[in-house]
Structure formats: C-alpha cells, structure tokens
C-alpha cells in the first residue's frame, strides 16, 4: 500500500540487494507503540445505513472527521483521526474491515486494427449501424482528459474531477502542479475520432479525474469517481492505474465488483511490475472485473549485445525518448547512479546507471552533458520497470532489469562494443506487464492481454508513443463498447467470457505456452468476440492450495454454459489425458437449448502427495461443432512461494523522532518488522518495529525512533515469515 502524497518527501529509494548469505542477529521483542498521530482509513461498513453509522460515529467518536462518504459502489465512510482513536472504531459492531488510505499511480497505428476492431466495422448492430461504439458510455479514471483535443472534443460527454471537486476534469497543466497526459492518452486509445481513430470511434466518453498532479491520487478519490461513474450511468468504466499490493479485498478492487454487479463492465491494468510472479497489483486483483496485461503489437524491438556475448538484452524506451536506433557499435561505460560527478570520460558512449536517487530526466541531462550518445537505466530490483522523461532529451533513454544489467556488466569487462539488433516481433509478453495469480483466493489474473507497447495516441497539444498496462487495458475498454453496441443486453459477466473464450493464447519465443497465470487466456480478438454464439463462464477456474498431508480433496467449480444462437447446442467436454493423483468429475455433454443457460459442476480431485509442490495448470476443451473454448485452470501444491511481505512505505511523522511505516502481508505473519544497517558498512544496526502473530493484510505503524540512532541514511531489511518460509524487501530509508 501507499501512504499519502505529502509524505513521499522523503528519500525512499529502492536499492540493490545484500549478499545472500545475509543472517539476521538475534531478534528483539515487541516495541510497544509510545506515541499517536492522524491518519485516514477507509471503514468498510456492515450496515447499509451510511447516514445512521456517520451520526453514531460523530456523537461517540467526536474528534473523528469524516471524510467522505460511499453508498454507490459500496457502504462505507472515508475517516480521519488519531491512530487511537479508529482502532477503537474498528471494534464496532457496524464495522466489515478497516483499510489505510492507498496511493495509486498511473500505470505506464497498429495496435487498434491488431485486435480485430477494424474488421468489426463490417458488421452491423442490431438497428443495422456499423459498430463504432455508438450509443455506449465509458468512464475514463485518471488524471484527466484533454476535452478540447480535436480528435475528442466531439467523443467528450462530461464528467467529475474529484481532486478539484468540479465538473472540468481537464488534466493538470503547466502551474498547477506535475502536468499530466495520461487520461487523455487513454482516451484516445479507447474512442479517438479524427486525424487517429480509437477502438470504439464513436463512443461517449466520460472522464474522471481521480488521479491529480504528477499522476498520483488515494483510494479515497479513486473511489468516489467509481462512485459518480455509477451514478452518470456509465457502461464500461476503465482504471490504468494501479498499486504494487497484490490482495484481492482492498477497497478499490472491492468497489470494482460492486460496479460490476450493478451491470457496468469495469476494466483494469495489471500493472507494469512484471516479469515476475505475483505482481498484479489492486485494482487488478478485482475478481469481476477484466483485469489486462500487456502484449506486443507488431514493432520493431532493439535488443542490446556487447561484442560477441551471446545474450541479447531487452530494453524498455522511457516515454518521451528518441528512439533508438544506432546502427554501430559504441563503447559502454558505467557511470553509478547518474550524478555529474560519476558520469566521466562519456564522450561517444553509451552510460549505463542505476536507478534511484536522481530523476530520471536528471540522470539523462547529465549523461547528455557529458557527450554520451545513449543512456541506460538498471533497476536496482528484480524484473522491468517503465519510466517517463519530463523534459525533452536529445540522447535515447532506456530502462533495463537488474537481471540484464548484471549480464551487460560482465560484458563490459572485456571492453568490447555494445551493438543493437532489431526484430520486428508480436504477439509476445511485455517483459514489464505483471503477472499472477493472485494471493489468498489464488485466482488466476490476468483475465486477458492486449497491445501495450509503443501505443500512438492523443495528448493534451498532439499524439505520442507510449507503452504500459495503462495502454493495453482502454484497448480492452474499446472492445468492450463494440460487444454492448452489439449485445445491448449482455451482463458484464457476458461481456469477459466472449473477450476471454475467443483471446488468442500466445507463445513463448521458445515455443511454449505463457501461463494461464501470465497471460490469461490471451490476447483479445474482438471480432471473433463480437461473433460468439457460446459462452463458458467463469472463463478460468482455480481450485485452490492442496497441501501433502491431505490423503485427496475433491473440490467443485460450478461453470456456466450460455447459448447464445438461435439454435440448440450440444456442448461436449474434454478434460487433460489421464495424470497420476488427478482425477476429474466433468459432464461428457451438455445440451443448451436456444438462447439458454445451463450450469454444471466441474469437479476435481488431488492427492497431493502424488505431485511435486508448486502451480499447476492446464486447459478444459468445450466443443459445440467448430467452435472451440479452452477453459485455464490452476490448482497449487503445497503453500505457493508468493512474496510474504509487499507493498512497503516509510515516512517521517509530524512530530520528532516520530515515523509511520506501512506493508502488506498478503496471508499474515508469524513474524514482520525491520532490521536497520549501515549502508556502507552493512554494519547491523538495531532492529524496528518487530512483531508477532499478525493477521493478513495492510499493516500501518507509527514508532518513536530512539535518539540513540544516529541521524542519516540506512540499509533497510523488511523481513516477513510465514509458516517457516521468510521473505524480505531491502530498502533504503532516511532517518532525520
């Protein structure tokens, strides 16, 4: 989780990791909380009347301030006060669950026709008019949206800013903070009409803006947009944007299944966290929502090599950045995290830094300065990441995992050149779109994958290139505004299983299959989409962790057979060949009548102890003539490797010596807290905030420092442990 904007002043910068052979001294015990300051929460409410549970907490609790209120996309309060003060709060009878504020970030022409939606415009909805998106309403949470772009102004219906409270939710411009492009970006994606032309052209678009300068909002306004979304009728609602807590009851992914059972088809990034497992991030997590991960549209993709290594290395444009495009090869040096100082001899080189502790615009005018003719950004954690430049730059700017920069390192060892090779690919994974399933409910997200890299679209004064979930979930959003215009009467439930029955599951660069887990069941094809005559939902099944020591569980999956043609439909199923320790319970055939639905259950039994501990997954065939629908599915044995602790924050409180931390335990923890280290020494230090026996979900703390801490910077070990396994985040943070 995230705490709130103002409190991200201060230095917390991801660093490299300690050696593996790390120990731990001997632990302390639990520090008792000394002191108390104001936070907010959002309190989920078990009682459906708002304005009866806001008195009672206005007479018992009086220097509680609420907030904000939310009655649409569920009941609950919006509420500020000292840390005292809402525990006792949240022992009230009326009280479902407590959740600390989230911050949330935006997620960062071929694409359209890629998909499948110029095909549709071949065919004809049911009052005999091309399919354009005509007629449908889609909501765009975000920064904001340029609604006097030529190529939206006729699209744009209206909307809410729910960050200036008003109802111009233009994006933030030069004056008013961090300018933002990202709404309108999104926009665009889903129903431009002019010199560049959207998935659903003619689609109304209503914009929120949720998310204000720098990009940057709360749980709280994510929330409250959702909230006037519902209220304006909107038909399909889009979110590009995201945290890094994969959990699948936080409050925003809950307000999205509320959304979604009131008829509106709600789409969402996955995050651009990957190539890791378990990184889909809240509001990905929704489990009725779409959640989307990025592929790659036909493009023209450089990989890196230093002199006659065989390894080809990845590399992610910043936005913004020129491309690039170097046909010979350049000398490459490293030049630390960026500073002047550290960027030396770079004249007609390529410079290769770390992330963190200078912006990225900083680290690139400084590698420009000095005459590098490229820059390369590392990640200083595991997996991609994507970046944006805040100012015009005239050298390329990548980034680059941690993985590939170690790599790329033992090449410069030898001083050879750093040569570029292009391919022009598709079709594949996006190294930084995130990947799951999710943790607690184990459910299989991605739902699908769409085009999400090197995206052209509208931005306030032109068009850009841009890449991210952000890109490929609005593609999603568009298909969904042609499917209503197609199918006015079909469910949100409808609408996900005829884009998932009929994705394109996509192939590894070795030949293999993505995981259901990584990819859903594929990339989109919206006009294969639009024609289905059967539906299968829910259009992926988990069954869930089956541990060793069971004998054999037999756990059943009720699924949905939906005939949507004008004629009866005999449906026969095919489950995976004969596999020790697995045996399936599944209806040889199921006959549909015309413009009907049946339901049957899809049994399976593990004997775990006949399997080796891990995920495991596969594909059900249903087959109605030629048609044919794989159904994923996924069951684990054994308690999965997920990470024990996420989502960390540090920050410094109002008053002296007074800090305020915040994680999630996605399954709780036996154990969790901090070890503090010198950075250049790794001299331990002392340990923070150490407790025992915590529940699952967001922890937030607020700790007296000791004044006999020195004063400065420090190597931070955030370590979780569950059930024998521990896990940990290191971080830098800074006490003052």
């Not at 550290?342 to 300065?369: C, D, M, P, Y």
Request: with cysteine; charged share 25%.
């Amino acid at each position: 989780m995230f705490l709130s904007k103002w409190m991200l002043s201060l230095f917390l910068f991801l660093s490299t990791s300690l050696p593996s052979a790390f120990v731990f001294p001997n632990r302390p015990s639990i520090q008792d909380v000394k002191v108390d300051i104001e936070e907010t929460k959002i309190i989920v409410l078990d009682d459906q009347n708002v304005k009866r549970v806001k008195e009672t907490v206005k007479r018992k609790y009086p220097t509680l301030q609420v907030q904000a209120t939310f009655e649409t996309a569920f009941y609950g309060l919006s509420i500020k006060g000292t840390h005292a003060e809402l525990k006792k709060l949240e022992e009230e009878h009326f009280v479902e669950s407590s959740h600390s504020l989230s911050e949330y970030k935006v997620t960062m022409n071929e694409s359209v026709p890629f998909i499948g939606s110029e095909q549709v415009r071949g065919i004809f909805d049911q009052d005999n008019k091309r399919l354009t998106g005509k007629g449908i309403k889609v909501g765009v949470i975000d920064t904001g949206v340029d609604f006097t772009h030529p190529d939206l102004q006729r699209n744009y219906i209206g909307g809410y800013d729910v960050i200036d409270k008003d109802y111009k939710p233009m994006e933030t411009r030069e004056g008013e903070g961090d300018p933002t492009v990202h709404g309108t970006h999104v926009a665009g994606v889903i129903a431009a009409n002019g010199k560049m032309r959207g998935v659903a052209p003619e689609a109304e678009i209503y914009a929120y803006r949720a998310l204000g300068p720098g990009g940057v909002g709360t749980s709280e306004s994510v929330i409250l947009a959702v909230e006037k979304a519902i209220q304006d009728g909107v038909d399909v609602i889009n979110l590009s944007l995201g945290n890094e807590v994969n959990g699948p009851d936080l409050p925003t992914s809950l307000a999205l299944n509320k959304a979604s059972e009131k008829g509106i088809v709600t789409v969402t990034s996955s995050g651009n966290s990957g190539p890791e497992l378990w990184t889909v991030g809240s509001p990905g997590t929704a489990s009725k929502a779409i959640s989307v991960g990025a592929s790659l549209p036909p493009v023209k993709f450089p990989y890196l090599q230093v002199g006659s290594h065989s390894k080809k290395i990845e590399v992610n444009p910043l936005q913004g950045s020129v491309p690039w495009s170097f046909r010979r090869g350049y000398p490459i040096i490293a030049g630390g995290i960026g500073r002047e100082n550290e960027i030396k001899h770079a004249l007609g080189k390529v410079v290769l830094v770390e992330r963190g502790g200078l912006s990225f615009t900083q680290k690139a005018l400084n590698a420009e300065k000095a005459g590098a003719v490229a820059l390369i950004i590392a990640n200083n954690l595991k997996g991609s990441f994507l970046g944006a430049l805040e100012q015009e730059i005239s050298i390329p700017v990548v980034s680059m995992s941690k993985e590939d920069a170690q790599a790329l390192k033992k090449g410069m060892q030898s001083n050879e050149l750093l040569y570029t090779h292009h391919k022009v690919i598709q079709d594949f994974l996006a190294s930084f779109s995130s990947k799951g399933p999710v943790t607690s409910t184990w459910e299989i997200k991605p739902d699908v994958v769409a085009p999400g890299y090197s995206i052209d679209s509208t931005i306030p004064g032109g068009y850009v290139s841009m890449h991210g979930t952000s890109m490929a979930a609005p593609h999603v959003a568009g298909a969904c505004a042609l499917l209503l215009q197609a199918h006015p009467d079909w469910s949100p439930e409808q609408v996900k299983a005829a884009l998932m029955n009929t994705a394109k599951p996509l192939v590894k660069p070795n030949g293999t299959r993505y995981a259901p887990y990584e990819q859903g069941t594929g990339r989109i094809q919206v006009d294969k989409a639009i024609k289905s005559t059967s539906l299968v939902y829910p259009s992926a099944l988990s069954y869930g962790v089956y541990k060793k020591e069971e004998s054999s569980r037999f756990i059943k999956k009720v699924i949905t057979f939906d005939n949507q043609s004008t004629r009866t439909q005999q449906y026969t199923i095919e489950f995976p060949h004969y596999e020790k320790g697995l045996k399936w319970d599944v209806p040889l055939s199921v006959t549909v009548a015309p413009k009907q639905k049946k339901q049957v259950e899809i049994g399976l039994e593990v004997e775990a102890d006949k399997w080796e501990a891990g995920m495991h997954h596969g594909a059900l065939l249903v087959q109605s003539g030629q048609e044919v629908i794989e159904i994923p599915y996924l069951f684990i044995v054994e308690e999965p490797n997920y990470p024990r602790v996420m989502g960390f924050q540090f920050v410094k409180g109002d008053e002296e010596e007074v800090y305020m931390y915040e994680l999630f335990l996605p399954e709780g923890a036996d154990e969790v807290g901090i070890a503090l280290y010198d950075p250049d020494t790794l001299r331990f230090v002392t340990y923070v905030g150490v407790e025992e026996n915590v529940e699952r979900g967001t922890i937030r703390r607020i700790l007296e420092i000791s004044k006999t801490i020195p004063r400065g910077m420090y190597k931070a070990i955030v370590f979780a442990k569950k059930n024998g396994h521990e896990d940990t985040m290191d971080v830098t943070i800074e006490i003052q």
